[in-house]
């Protein structure tokens, strides 16, 4: 009977204990939406304490799913109140505000700490609107106005098949929110011609950390608009862009050239980004592979289909650990003679130097063509690896560095692979608007490197090894004096913050004590906390 009676009590004291901290959390959430006057709602176990780094774990104080714009103003307002409030309870000192997109971000960027909010953006992406300023189609004419939330593949999908226009200038992945990849510059193999997204917006809509809603664009609130773009989120959330539209192509020819050299491969790059718009590619990139039968790394991720083979005895027998791919794509539409687009493609290509028979070809639909990622991304999760951790390092690096890059990281710390794309291709300074938060290299050339790393659990090496050899890759373009910048930065010190921003650091720091002087917004990002002195 004793016995009986002492599980009856223990498991009664078990069943008793969930329902107490199920009733605590239920008065918090009353307390919290009383003080916030939200619209939305308020989820205390949503998983926003990690992103798609799988690197970081956070646990806010809340998620907020808000109804629109008004319950970001309420959220930040608050947030400023409870801070302001000597009184305020410990359940309601809020401290810090985080905006989530699609959870994209590799080092914690869109997390918060245990008194922070952290806002779902997709909650509130809002409507697709086209906007024409007369009935022709003429570049500057036609504008799409989103929500920050909206994923670029839906803008995309909208835009095509309602108008048959599109944005001109992507990410490789568009499972990515408007709002975020204008916080950090947006790049993909157009930029060279049009520059990153950050430099293809007209109009901003933005929700400043002083809890004000500004519309701002190049001739209103200038300061703010420029300070947002590549921003990190330091100023304020993007709840509405308008981007340019123009008419969208039908088709693509995608290829690949395969390259011993590096020289060769980077020379032909630059070419190819410095001629003429009639004279070029719509679309130029490149990635490094591993010179080996290696099924992830290796031959094998080079052909555009699997009727398509790598004949390695065209390797020559002088070449490296690694060699090289220059990816182009050009654009065309449904009625062009396809022999005529064969004859461009032939004279474009005709004095570049490739490897011979190592050249792949492939007509695919345009929408297609920007949608090739999202493929990758569903044999990914149907094979468990998506969900896996990603420790990728993207870079800026200069041309006067690139190739000792190249013998130093390619050639020698990553010549057996990283089990995932290795890209690199060049950009033009002269693309990009300088105005704007994001930082560069100096020269007009530079290269993005993506590192864009997939670990295997039991068959690769471990997260924490990747991460260090990452540091390693670091460390040493820093001990060489490359001239680089972080793409995505993280740092967690003011003096690497203030070394990457360079003289660009006081403008950063006047923008957020202008807009964000409590510094409440973004603080996933470790740029500024609550208690720096440099926002005093």
Request: hydrophobic share 35%.
């Amino acid at each position: 009977m004793i016995a009986y009676l002492e599980q009856f009590v223990s498991e009664t004291t078990t069943e008793s204990e969930p329902k107490l901290e199920e009733e605590e959390e239920d008065e918090n959430k009353i307390l919290l939406c009383k003080q916030i006057e939200l619209q939305g709602s308020i989820d205390f176990h949503c998983g926003a304490c990690k992103d798609f780094g799988g690197l970081n774990q956070s646990k806010p104080l809340a998620v907020i799913k808000p109804v629109g714009t008004e319950d970001l103003v309420r959220v930040i307002r608050s947030v400023i109140s409870s801070s302001a409030s000597s009184s305020a309870s410990s359940s309601s000192n809020l401290t810090t505000v985080a905006a989530r997109g699609n959870g994209h971000s590799i080092n914690g960027q869109a997390m918060t700490d245990e008194n922070g909010l952290v806002i779902l953006m997709r909650e509130i992406n809002g409507q697709i609107d086209i906007i024409r300023r007369n009935h022709s189609c003429s570049n500057g004419d036609v504008f799409v106005d989103v929500g920050g939330g909206v994923l670029w593949e839906d803008v995309l999908l909208h835009c095509y098949y309602t108008s048959g226009l599109a944005p001109r200038s992507w990410t490789d992945y568009l499972g990515l929110t408007v709002g975020g990849t204008l916080s950090n510059a947006g790049i993909s193999g157009q930029a060279f011609r049009y520059g990153p997204q950050t430099s293809n917006v007209t109009e901003l809509e933005v929700v400043t950390g002083k809890g004000e809603i500004v519309t701002c664009s190049e001739n209103q609130n200038s300061e703010l608009f420029h300070g947002v773009l590549g921003g990190l989120g330091q100023f304020g959330i993007i709840t509405r862009a308008r981007i340019p539209l123009e008419p969208a192509p039908h088709m693509v020819r995608w290829i690949r050239m395969v390259y011993s050299e590096f020289d060769e491969f980077t020379n032909d790059a630059e070419l190819l980004v410095n001629r003429a718009e009639c004279d070029s590619f719509d679309y130029i990139e490149g990635f490094v592979f591993v010179n080996s039968d290696d099924p992830v790394n290796g031959w094998s991720t080079v052909p555009l289909g699997s009727n398509q083979l790598f004949d390695r005895s065209r390797i020559p027998k002088s070449a490296g650990p690694v060699l090289y791919c220059l990816e182009v794509a050009l654009h065309y539409r449904n009625g062009d003679d396809l022999d005529t687009v064969d004859k461009v493609v032939s004279k474009m290509i005709g004095r570049l130097r490739f490897i011979r028979n190592l050249k792949f070809e492939s007509d695919l639909s345009y929408v297609e063509f920007l949608l090739r990622v999202k493929e990758q991304e569903e044999e990914a999760k149907a094979n468990g690896i998506w969900d896996n951790p990603h420790p990728w390092l993207n870079l800026l690096v200069a041309k006067k560095d690139i190739a000792d890059f190249d013998g130093l990281v390619f050639k020698k710390i990553l010549k057996d692979g990283i089990g995932g794309p290795m890209l690199i291709y060049p950009l033009l300074k002269s693309k990009w608007d300088t105005r704007t938060s994001v930082v560069l290299p100096e020269g007009e050339i530079f290269y993005l490197v993506a590192l864009l790393r997939f670990q295997l659990p039991m068959v690769g090496p471990s997260v924490q090894d990747l991460i260090i050899q990452n540091q390693e890759i670091l460390q040493c373009c820093t001990k060489r004096g490359f001239d680089f910048k972080l793409y995505l930065p993280h740092y967690r010190s003011d003096d690497q913050w203030k070394s990457h921003f360079g003289k660009q650091w006081s403008r950063f720091v006047e923008r957020k004590t202008k807009f964000d002087p409590m510094a409440i917004l973004a603080p996933g990002q470790k740029i500024f906390s609550r208690n720096n002195p440099l926002l005093l």
